[in-house]
């Protein structure tokens, strides 16, 4: 069965340093999303993109961070100057269409971001 | 804005005893529904959805909700708990657009033998 998969599994980093969260979508789906989940907390959406440009954003996706896809198969979360606020799993997910009957977002494993 | 409760931070149940996890959301015209569950370290599963027709919607594991639009509720159940359900659940609705799952704050489900 097809999967969204993660990488790396755990990022530790200096506060300040810029990380890179990658994910591969599920082959034929068009959205993509991340999502972060502050230990203890909530799951809590950051940011969503479709035909190569964002569609929604949260309050907290700030200027710091930025989403691209690189090439046919990679989604990517960057942080340019990480926080130590930013510690956190980060979950990225993707679905084959938005709205209707069909949005079912399937999520990866998750990166957990530590930053010290 | 949609929004999502889930009224109980910790359940603990038997093993073999029922369970009833609860989740109320706000939103304003037909909501899709869904139940992800997550184990220690792992990612989301989802458990099941619910986008129309039958209120009563069965999912993987044994796992089944209802959609009450009157109580604003879907909450989801099971009638026979095993010790391997022991995770936290998460309810949580699609927005109008479809393009952000807004999740409620999880049930940490405990199961004692």
């Known amino acids: 069965e097809p999967e969204v998969t993660q990488t790396p599994s755990h990022q530790v980093t200096q506060m300040g340093q810029e990380v890179i969260l990658r994910c591969v979508p599920i082959?034929?789906?068009?959205?993509f999303y991340w999502y972060r989940q502050i230990l203890g907390q909530k799951v809590e959406f950051l940011v969503s993109f479709y035909n190569n440009e964002i569609s929604e954003k949260s309050e907290i996706f700030d200027d710091q961070f930025s989403v691209e896809r690189p090439d046919g198969s990679n989604f990517t979360l960057k942080i340019r100057s990480t926080k130590l606020e930013d510690s956190a799993m980060y979950f990225c997910a993707s679905s084959r269409v938005a709205g209707g009957s069909y949005n079912e977002q399937f999520f990866g494993p998750g990166t957990r971001l530590t930053v010290l | 804005a949609q929004s999502v409760t889930q009224p109980d931070i910790h359940i603990t149940v038997s093993e073999g005893a029922s369970l009833e996890l609860r989740c109320n959301y706000s939103?304003?015209?037909?909501?899709?529904l869904f139940w992800y569950v997550q184990s220690p370290g792992q990612g989301l599963q989802l458990l099941l959805k619910?986008?129309?027709?039958?209120?009563l919607v069965q999912g993987i594991k044994g796992f089944e909700a209802e959609f009450k639009r009157s109580q604003s509720s879907f909450n989801l159940r099971k009638p026979s708990v095993h010790w391997s359900d022991a995770a936290e659940y998460f309810c949580a609705v699609l927005n109008e657009y479809g393009n952000k799952l807004v999740f409620g704050a999880g049930t940490i489900l405990r199961v004692k033998s």
């Open positions: 082959s034929n789906h068009l959205y």
């Open positions: 939103y304003g015209a037909t909501p899709y």
């Open positions: 619910y986008f129309s027709g039958d209120t």
